[in-house]
Protein backbone atom coordinates (compact mmCIF):
# COMPACT_ATOMS: atom_id res chain seq x y z
CA UNK A 1 0.00 0.00 0.00
CA UNK A 2 1.11 3.24 -1.13
CA UNK A 3 1.92 6.26 1.27
CA UNK A 4 3.46 10.03 1.53
CA UNK A 5 7.03 9.41 1.58
CA UNK A 6 9.45 12.25 3.90
CA UNK A 7 10.65 14.33 2.13
CA UNK A 8 14.29 13.68 2.01
CA UNK A 9 16.02 17.19 1.58
CA UNK A 10 13.66 19.01 4.72
CA UNK A 11 14.71 20.41 7.98
CA UNK A 12 18.30 20.79 8.54
CA UNK A 13 19.36 19.80 4.80
CA UNK A 14 17.09 21.99 3.11
CA UNK A 15 18.55 25.03 4.97
CA UNK A 16 21.83 23.73 4.20
CA UNK A 17 20.83 23.78 0.60
CA UNK A 18 19.25 27.48 0.98
CA UNK A 19 22.32 28.89 2.49
CA UNK A 20 24.75 27.00 0.06
CA UNK A 21 23.47 28.21 -2.81
CA UNK A 22 22.98 31.92 -1.36
CA UNK A 23 26.92 31.48 -0.71
CA UNK A 24 27.81 29.92 -4.46
CA UNK A 25 25.02 30.97 -6.86
CA UNK A 26 26.86 29.26 -9.42
CA UNK A 27 26.70 25.88 -8.18
CA UNK A 28 25.45 23.39 -10.17
CA UNK A 29 23.23 20.94 -9.25
CA UNK A 30 25.23 18.13 -9.59
CA UNK A 31 28.33 19.59 -7.75
CA UNK A 32 25.38 19.93 -5.07
CA UNK A 33 24.12 16.71 -4.73
CA UNK A 34 27.89 15.61 -4.57
CA UNK A 35 28.35 17.95 -0.95
CA UNK A 36 25.27 16.47 -0.14
CA UNK A 37 26.43 12.98 -0.52
CA UNK A 38 29.81 13.99 1.39
CA UNK A 39 27.42 14.99 4.34
CA UNK A 40 25.61 11.66 4.26
CA UNK A 41 22.46 12.61 1.99
CA UNK A 42 22.90 10.60 -0.82
CA UNK A 43 20.28 11.89 -3.94
CA UNK A 44 20.11 12.46 -7.39
CA UNK A 45 21.02 15.87 -8.83
CA UNK A 46 16.99 15.47 -10.22
CA UNK A 47 16.33 15.56 -6.93
CA UNK A 48 18.36 18.46 -6.25
CA UNK A 49 16.99 19.75 -9.23
CA UNK A 50 13.04 19.13 -7.73
CA UNK A 51 13.61 20.73 -4.26
CA UNK A 52 15.47 24.20 -5.52
CA UNK A 53 12.46 24.14 -8.19
CA UNK A 54 9.82 23.96 -5.48
CA UNK A 55 11.40 26.59 -3.38
CA UNK A 56 11.86 28.87 -5.75
CA UNK A 57 15.39 29.49 -5.85
CA UNK A 58 17.53 30.50 -8.46
CA UNK A 59 20.74 27.75 -9.80
CA UNK A 60 22.79 27.22 -12.57
Not at 12 to 23: C, D, H, N, P
Not at 29 to 39: I, W
Request: proline share 2%; aromatic share 6%; glycine share 8%.
Amino acid sequence: MGGHRRPVLSGETAEWIRSRLKEKQDLTMRALAAELAERGVVVTHDTVWRFVRRQGLSFK
